[in-house]
């Protein structure tokens, strides 16, 4: 099964900041087939991003995925407080789909 | 409005087996899967398996076959995880979530989650 290593584990910024999170996997798959989630303690995850780069509805332009092949990255250019949460990347390029074990966004 | 509600928490022992409900409304029932996942505590969600409200098939990951069972009740718009032999390590939030049909696996719409705990 394909292995999705997040870092950093925990990543702590001030609001305002750019926040830059990476998911790399252990092989390729298909057609850049990467998601974003967003978990607040007590809730269920949040689409955000899909395809690598698609803002689901509703998603501020604030975040932004990008990356292909292995190596993809969520960026939030300024942070708000309500985004301070664990994030995670799940590849559905081949089954089992897999998610990575989530880098916590903690303010500073 | 699309609403998935899934059941409460349930506690059980080893060696038993739980059945959580996932009710669904505001789409028409068979146009998503129904993907399961389990999410241990400090960990992040692991896939189960999905099925197809449509015809009532599945796809397990590798892990669970064996242990799992999926169904899809159309009359009442719910749909069904069994996991049985259960064992302290399935103590975890299970979360029911959509995808789709036709379309590649990503998760739209998400259940609340439900807390299994495995407990002598």
């Known amino acids: 099964e394909i292995v999705l290593t997040q870092s950093p584990g925990t990543l702590s910024l001030s609001p305002g900041e750019r926040a830059t999170l990476s998911c790399r996997a252990s092989q390729t798959f298909s057609s850049n087939f990467l998601a974003w989630y967003q978990q607040k303690p007590g809730q269920s995850p949040r689409l955000l991003i899909y395809g690598a780069s698609r803002r689901a509805t509703g998603v501020p332009d604030r975040f932004r995925g990008s990356g292909s092949g292995t190596d993809f990255t969520l960026t939030i250019s300024r942070i708000e407080p309500e985004d301070f949460a664990v994030y995670y990347c799940?590849?559905?390029?081949?089954?089992?789909?897999?998610f990575g074990q989530g880098t916590k966004l903690e303010i500073k | 409005e699309v609403q998935v509600v899934q059941s409460g928490a349930e506690v059980k022992k080893p060696g038993a087996t739980v059945k959580i409900s996932c009710k669904v409304s505001g789409y028409t029932f068979a146009d998503y899967y129904m993907h399961w996942m389990q999410q241990a505590p400090g960990e992040g969600p692991q896939w189960m398996g999905l099925i197809d409200p449509e015809d009532g098939e599945t796809i397990f990951a590798e892990k669970f076959q064996g242990r799992v069972t999926m169904t899809a009740d159309r009359s009442s718009d719910t749909l069904y995880l069994e996991l049985n032999t259960l064992r302290s390590e399935d103590t975890a939030i299970y979360y029911c979530?959509?995808?789709?049909?036709?379309?590649?696996?990503?998760?739209?719409?998400w259940g609340q989650g439900t807390l299994v705990t495995v407990s002598t």
């Open positions: 799940q590849q559905y390029g081949r089954s089992p789909y897999t």
């Open positions: 979530a959509t995808s789709v049909v036709g379309a590649p696996h990503y998760f739209h719409y």
